[in-house]
């Protein structure tokens, strides 16, 4: 897979090719990464590529021209010939596992960093693919998120992560929120690793992390259970959850 970022902040990828699964993976070649700055491809000598906007307003607007060129400058080293172009926006659709997935899968991604108070609509329209939120909150540019993106994405490419087990289990990777996850020293804080873990029972520890999920979804986001179709051991399992939920008393507290 190649990534390529148009942005006028280059260096801050350092972060994300230089370290951690992902710098490991670059350095092993399983993907390759470039960073094209639109002052390139200025008209004028400062580098200037923003401009007023028309209408008024406050802030500076990043102008088609330059980020055109940009495009069609990254799309000349793309693998495949023609890579998906994203621009990354709090006016896209939200970023899930399951785009994470579909774009895991294509061999050329070009990711247009937003700066100012944005960019000029008909390069949106004629140039852009896609627009992509990683959620509902506005940030100084779209560096930040197409690093977001990058990661999430790279994980689902074979063989950046050492056991691909570790990403289908992860949360939202069968559309719950993940288990929760233990390790050494068995007691912490008075805490001890629930027994079932111990048991070396395989059976009873996939039921275990089935149900905690659940219940974790349930709790924290029901509207990812209300869009689900359970299957009969999931359906079994909420209802004895909130079978469970139903027997714990009420907290009334002190009563004078």
């Keep these: 897979m190649k990534i390529q970022a148009i942005t006028l902040f280059p ?43 028309f209408g008024g307003g406050p802030g500076m607007i990043m102008m088609a021209p330059p980020l055109k060129a940009a495009i069609d400058a990254a799309q000349a080293e793309t693998i495949s010939g023609r890579g998906r172009v994203i621009y990354l926006s709090p006016q896209g659709s939200p970023l899930t596992h399951g ?78 929120l993940d288990c929760p996850h233990y390790t050494k020293p068995l007691e912490f804080q008075g805490m001890v690793v629930p027994e079932v873990l111990r ?13 905690q999920s659940l219940q974790r979804t349930l709790a924290r986001r029901p509207d990812l259970l209300a869009r689900r179709s359970l299957i009969p051991q999931e359906a079994r399992l909420l209802q004895e959850i909130e079978q469970e939920q139903q027997a714990i008393p009420l907290d009334l507290g002190n009563k004078q």
């Design 11 to 53: 260096e801050m990828f350092d972060s994300i090719i230089g370290y951690g699964v992902t710098g490991r993976a670059a350095k092993q070649g399983l993907w390759q990464f470039s960073a094209i700055n639109p002052r390139r491809f200025a008209d004028n000598k400062l580098g200037y590529i923003d401009d007023r906007p």
């Design 99 to 176: 785009k994470v997935s579909e774009l895991a899968r294509l061999d050329d991604l070009i990711l247009l960093c937003g700066r100012y108070e944005g960019i000029d609509e008909r390069l949106l329209q004629s140039s852009v693919d896609e627009e992509i939120s990683i959620g509902d909150f506005v940030v100084s540019g779209g560096e930040l998120p197409a690093m977001m993106l990058m990661d999430a994405v790279l994980r689902l490419v074979p063989g950046v992560l050492g056991d691909m087990q570790s990403a289908e289990q992860d949360s939202f990777s069968d559309g719950l």
């Design 199 to 211: 048991s070396g029972n395989h059976g009873l520890i996939a039921r275990w992390r089935l149900k």
